[in-house]
């Protein structure tokens, strides 16, 4: 199946303020405690929530990025080139309609944390995973997706991506997650679980605790005195602790075609 790419015209449109960028960071609220006072944990937590507030200044969780849309909706992503960011394609259809949005009204923001960013990227153009059927939001193998953005962002240093990984590898994964929607949230002591295979290609299972919104996240992993990406999170369990993730391995031979 042929790629699925999204440019923004060259007409331009006027670049929204920061202002506007911060309110649309913010419109989603942290969610309330429910009248019984008891919440059941959420996706991808389980009994024992191993989540720590981050510095998002501080390496490699500085190229960790909130992908937000005009819809009021965010992800996390992963800057992989100056100018090219690696979130999940799941984060880019819109929910009432099932269709990918357009570029313009997707915005990449560096350092955030509680209403403030460092940088302002937008997006002017988007590709999805071969396969990736956005009205089903399916198949998790294809959930990814490469953002080109319009000025490079010289303040997060690209993470490289790591193809070979093994079961057992000591593994990191945070992201801007629903609970905590302001705040970059990190499992920094979790692993690689598993590599698995659907109909449609791999998956990677890991045990960290992250849930909704940390979707497009890297799973991070040491390489050296540097850290790379192993996957990037798209799915989390319904009861326990952990998730799936699109292997590096999958993602890695597309990025010199997506990025010409």
């Not at 790419?5 to 911060?22: F, H, I, S």
């Not at 002591?189 to 960290?208: K, N, Q, T, Y």
């Amino acid at each position: 199946m042929p790629w699925i790419r999204t440019r923004t015209p060259e007409r331009r449109r006027r670049p929204p303020g920061r202002r506007r960028v911060a309110a649309l960071a913010g419109t989603l609220a942290l969610l309330a405690a429910s009248s019984s006072g008891q919440m059941p944990p959420a996706p991808g937590i389980g009994a024992s929530d191993r989540r720590v507030p981050i510095d998002v200044a501080r390496a490699p969780w500085s190229s960790v990025v909130r992908v937000n849309t005009e819809g009021g909706a965010h992800c996390t992503g992963a800057v992989i080139a100056p100018r090219s960011v690696v979130t999940a394609a799941h984060c880019l259809v819109a929910a009432r309609t099932g269709v990918v949005v357009h570029p313009d009204r997707v915005h990449v923001l560096v350092g955030y944390a509680r209403g403030r960013f460092t940088t302002h990227a937008r997006v002017i153009a988007l590709a999805l995973g071969p396969g990736f059927v956005p009205r089903l939001l399916a198949p998790r193998s294809a959930d990814w997706a490469i953002l080109t953005l319009g000025l490079p962002i010289p303040a997060a240093p690209p993470l490289r991506l790591m193809p070979d990984v093994g079961v057992g590898t000591a593994a990191m994964l945070g992201g801007w997650q629903r609970d905590r929607a302001h705040l970059l949230l990190a499992d920094t002591r979790c692993r690689v679980a598993a590599f698995m295979r659907e109909a449609a290609g791999p998956l990677l299972s890991h045990d960290c605790s992250a849930t909704r919104g940390a979707s497009g996240g890297p799973l991070l992993v040491r390489t050296g005195a540097d850290w790379a990406i192993a996957g990037i999170a798209v799915t989390a369990n319904t009861d326990e602790s952990g998730g799936f993730a699109v292997p590096a391995a999958t993602i890695a031979p597309h990025i010199a075609e997506l990025m010409r």
